[in-house]
């Protein structure tokens, strides 16, 4: 962990990002901190590079050049065994299109994540029904995925992301596929989570919810960071 | 249409790894059925072939030439209505001495012909020329036979001398050798053949109705016997008959296993590829160049998968069959068995319309399917499947990748059910085979309590070498040299049982190991004189049990033995005993041979060598393998191989179209912390479950299958197998069995579950 000029943690550090798929250059040598506790909005055109921004951090993908370093960790330098336990461990991820595995209740969906990590059933299933509480779908706990709508889905996703207390959320898109009023339910509970200390990364096309989630917002532009402005909260 | 070829051309090399495993699964499995269907039947009817190819006689009938003359046997074979018929031809009988030569001896029958054609019982000639003039012979040998004898000459006990110009070969057996007419009158003929071809020669009573018809104008007695093809074929089909019986079960499994793996294959690319279809939809396709583009997208792999597996089986059947069908009886039909046209056939045609079907029925579901269904096909959350069970396995206390795998095969049911329907297969024909071959191994085994045989009397250059040395002598200087253990001398004799026209033979027995390896299936050993055991089929043949008393006649000697134990033997004439009822029945006879059991790590070879040193007389042959034994025990590994990998291919398939169905999945995971390791275990897990199920139900099915088709195998060549032969399934041998299975299942989910754990993230996530 360092301590950046305003005296924070920083989490997340950048340095000279750069990647490609094929002959097509994605990110362009992208650099940038991100402190704990920040709400980090990441901004752009289509095909900027906003997603591939988030899976170098979130450790799906490896850069071609430059380093990703989160809570002291070079994630380009691990193994797939390491990434894996990197993820586990450190990130929570949300999707957009959720996610979630129809086979599973909501409830054995979001225990899922800490059972990976050896957890008891029980255990694991005592931890997922606290969040389920927290988040407001206790009652929708024992549904399969496909009777869920769309912002109970995002919901479920959310509480799973959280399942073994991740340093750093990241979210791509989260209010993407849902309609207006999940959107803002999403959005509360993701500005809940940020008050209470969770950094959060999340990429978006929408400025509403980076406005009123986000701290900071960050816009790319062709793979390269095309400027970086602190966000006001909105009413 | 014309938008249908490049669509169904895209698809195809967008799938790659699909189109792959779809050609893959068609050739493997044609080929299998090309040897299944190959192998069921040439071993049902390899008889009937040869025979029908050679217009074989359906009765040879022999007459007295005194009571009916060449005219009137014409005139009634004109009459009577047969088929065809060839004839009179003049037939001697003649008894040459086993010393005249090596090419023709004993009792011998020679017929005057005036070639190998006509209408019935057609002659291969396949060595030299036909005998045109006196003086000349041809030999009835099988093809196999060398003919280096061509131009050695014969002399007959009269002095008559016949140059040997040929060799030819006929499966009825109605001469020992040929010449031409004009030669017979100096060998004497004693009967008139004549050969019939009949409309209904169905059964025995057909035919001698048939022959009744025939002679019924004929003088009385002018039949003097007569030889119905059935009575040969039953001769000659019981090895097959006793291939046939396996051959036919694994058959039964490739054809099974095949049409199972083909349909799961193809159906599996056709539902993954609902997205696509929904899309293509979305662009003006009608339902019906929908089903056109999926139908041309499985046609074309499975199509040239069908032709190489037509071309790979062939290849493969043939030498196979030709093994198969080689050996004393079965091995003059070894020539007339190979794959039927309609096997090819049933392969080219009946594959590509069996993946058509499989390919049909899910893509009708595609024509079906509204364009945004189809479209949303692999993102829409779909109602889960087999969820109680999900949850149960969340309860427990397994790695969650392996509860989470274990649940994997019931969120696809239909899928699941042909992957587990081929495994439960593979592992029942692993079984049969495993049974199958434990038990010809250990039948091979019983001949092997002597390591060389030494016979008493050594063929060189045409002429039988005798031993310089005495019976006692021999066999105290076999014992004397060195790694010797065990020695026993064994003679035989021809003799008549009491009763019965048909010579047996009795085989005497003196020394260390007189049971000579045999098994006995009934009753004990014979201890003493009057004593004996008798094969299976010779008890059968004569209608006698252990326990009966008989009386064994050789010239003016008779004496009565005691049967009291029935032996494992496919010799119908043999008759066990001890040496002094064998001396005593044949006072001057010999042993033919000496059988040694060397001492442990002594060098078989290197007897043989030091005992053909002792005595110039002396042939010593190393024991070696049964080559029928292993002809199973080969054929049925072929078999087998062949059958798994098909299985394992269907189980590789299965995991494909999972990995790819649950791509978003296995990607959600693996953004979750699912490590590499843990989804190669939660896949080989899934494919695991089916396997473990297999064993469970392919184990029992196997042995059933062993239970149902040994004794007819034993049967088919007179046998009865003892419990020691029939007793295979061992715990040891049963836990083996039960994780063949797995391991089918492992082999086949390994690869694909590799790549599963490779599979990228974000590439996986992107596809939303």
Not at chain 1, 39 to 59: D, E, H, R, Y
Not at chain 1, 145 to 153: F, I, M, W
Not at chain 2, 126 to 131: D, E, H, I, L
Not at chain 2, 695 to 717: E, H, K
Request: with cysteine; charged share 20%.
């Amino acid at each position: 962990m360092v301590t950046d000029d305003s005296g924070g943690e920083t989490v997340v550090r950048l340095d000279g990002v750069r990647k490609e798929y094929g002959g097509t250059t994605a990110l362009d040598g992208v650099s940038l901190r991100i402190r704990a506790g920040e709400a980090v909005a990441v901004m752009g055109p289509s095909g900027c590079g906003k997603s591939t921004l988030l899976n170098m951090i979130s450790g799906l993908d490896r850069p071609t050049d430059g380093t990703v370093v989160v809570h002291g960790e070079d994630v380009g330098k691990l193994s797939e065994k390491g990434l894996a336990l990197y993820r586990r461990r450190r990130i929570g991820m949300i999707f957009q299109f959720f996610n979630l595995v129809d086979d599973l209740t909501a409830l054995d969906n979001v225990a899922l994540a800490a059972q990976l990590t050896g957890s008891p059933a029980r255990q694991a299933r005592r931890r997922a029904l606290e969040l389920f509480e927290e988040l407001g779908i206790a009652d929708r706990r024992n549904a399969y995925p496909a009777v869920l709508s769309g912002g109970e889905r995002q919901r479920v996703a959310v509480a799973r992301a959280l399942m073994n207390r991740p340093a750093l959320l990241l979210a791509d898109e989260p209010t993407g596929a849902l309609d207006s009023r999940a959107g803002e339910q999403v959005m509360d509970l993701l500005l809940d989570l940020n008050q209470i200390g969770q950094t959060l990364i999340l990429v978006t096309h929408d400025e509403h919810l980076a406005r009123r989630c986000a701290s900071r917002l960050v816009l790319l532009a062709d793979g390269r960071v095309a400027g970086e402005h602190t966000l006001e909260p909105s009413a | 249409m014309r938008a249908v070829w490049p669509a169904a051309r895209a698809a195809v090399r967008r799938r790659r790894l699909q189109t792959l495993v779809i050609w893959l699964v068609t050739l493997t499995s044609t080929g299998a059925i090309v040897v299944a269907l190959g192998l069921v039947d040439s071993a049902s009817a390899p008889f009937d072939r040869a025979f029908a190819k050679e217009h074989g006689p359906h009765v040879v009938a022999a007459f007295d030439p005194a009571k009916v003359s060449d005219a009137q046997l014409r005139q009634a074979a004109r009459r009577s209505g047969a088929e065809a018929a060839a004839g009179p031809f003049a037939q001697a009988a003649v008894d040459i001495p086993a010393d005249a030569n090596r090419e023709l001896t004993g009792a011998v029958t020679i017929v005057g012909r005036p070639g190998p054609g006509g209408p019935v019982d057609r002659v291969d000639l396949w060595a030299g020329r036909w005998a045109d003039r006196p003086g000349e012979v041809v030999l009835n040998r099988q093809p196999d036979w060398s003919a280096d004898a061509l131009g050695k000459r014969i002399r007959l006990p009269s002095g008559t001398v016949l140059t040997i110009v040929g060799y030819g070969y006929e499966m009825s057996r109605t001469a020992d050798a040929w010449v031409a007419p004009a030669q017979m009158a100096a060998l004497r003929p004693t009967a008139t053949q004549m050969l019939f071809r009949f409309t209904d020669a169905s059964s025995q009573s057909r035919l001698r109705a048939e022959l009744s018809t025939v002679t019924s104008e004929l003088p009385k007695d002018a039949l003097t016997a007569s030889q119905t093809y059935l009575t040969l074929k039953e001769q000659i089909g019981a090895t097959a008959r006793a291939y046939a019986q396996y051959l036919m079960a694994f058959g039964f499994l490739g054809v099974v296993v095949a049409v199972l793996i083909v349909a799961n294959v193809v159906s599996g690319a056709v539902i993954s590829g609902f997205r696509h279809i929904g899309i293509l939809k979305a662009l003006g396709f009608t339902p019906g160049q929908v089903v056109a583009v999926y139908l041309t997208m499985v046609s074309v792999p499975a199509v040239v998968g069908c032709a190489l597996g037509t071309l790979v089986g062939n290849v493969l059947a043939r030498p196979f069959l030709r093994f198969v069908f080689t050996g004393p009886d079965a091995g003059m039909l070894h020539r007339s068995v190979g794959i039927a046209p309609w096997v090819n056939a049933v392969a080219l045609l009946g594959m590509p319309a069996v993946c058509v079907a499989a390919a049909l029925v899910p893509a009708s579901r595609a024509h079906r399917l509204s364009a945004a269904r189809a479209i949303s096909a692999g993102t829409a959350p779909r109602a889960g499947r087999a969820l109680g069970l999900q949850r149960a396995l969340a309860g427990t206390r397994l790695p969650r990748s392996v509860s989470l795998g274990a649940g994997l095969p019931f969120a696809r049911p239909g899928r699941s059910g042909l992957t587990l329907a081929a495994v439960v297969l593979g592992v029942a024909t692993v079984t049969f085979a495993t049974g199958l071959a434990t038990t010809m191994t250990r039948f091979g085994e019983t001949g092997d309590d002597y390591d060389v045989t030494v016979y008493a009397g050594r063929v060189s250059h045409g002429r039988i070498v005798e031993p310089e040395h005495g019976d006692r002598r021999l066999d105290a200087m076999l014992r004397a040299l060195p790694g010797a253990s065990k020695v026993t001398a064994r003679g035989d004799v021809e003799a008549l049982i009491a009763g019965s026209v048909q010579p047996v033979m009795f085989e005497g027995r003196r020394g260390d190991l007189p049971r000579l390896g045999d098994v006995l299936t009934e009753g004990r050993w014979n201890h003493g004189s009057g004593e004996v055991v008798a094969s299976s089929a010779f008890l059968r043949r004569h209608g006698l049990r252990v326990g009966d008393r008989l009386v064994v006649a050789k010239g003016d000697r008779r004496e009565r033995v005691t049967v009291v134990g029935e032996t494992m033997e496919t010799d119908g004439r043999l008759l066990v005993g001890d040496w002094p009822t064998f001396t005593a029945l044949a006072p001057g006879e010999k042993p033919i041979s000496y059988h040694v059991k060397l001492r442990d790590g002594a060098d078989p070879a290197g007897y043989a060598r030091a005992a053909r040193a002792l005595d110039p007389g002396l042939d010593p042959v190393v024991n070696g393998p049964n080559s029928s034994v292993e002809t199973i025990i080969g054929s049925a590994t072929l078999l087998t191989v062949m059958l798994a990998v098909v299985a394992a291919l269907g189980v590789f398939n299965t995991v494909v179209l999972n990995t790819r169905d649950r791509r978003r999945d296995l990607g959600m995971l693996k953004s979750i912390g699912m490590t590499p390791r843990q989804v190669t275990v939660m896949t080989v897990t899934s494919m695991g479950v089916l396997g473990v199920i297999g064993s469970l139900l392919g184990v029992p099915l196997g042995i059933a299958g062993y239970d149902l088709v040994m004794p007819r195998m034993a049967n088919a060549v007179d046998i009865v197998l003892p419990s020691s032969l029939t007793d295979v399934w061992r715990a040891g041998v049963l836990t083996l069995l039960a994780l063949s299975g797995l391991a089918i299942a492992v082999l086949g989910a390994y690869l694909p579950a590799r790549g599963a754990a490779r599979l990228t993230v974000a590439e996986a996530l992107h596809n939303e």
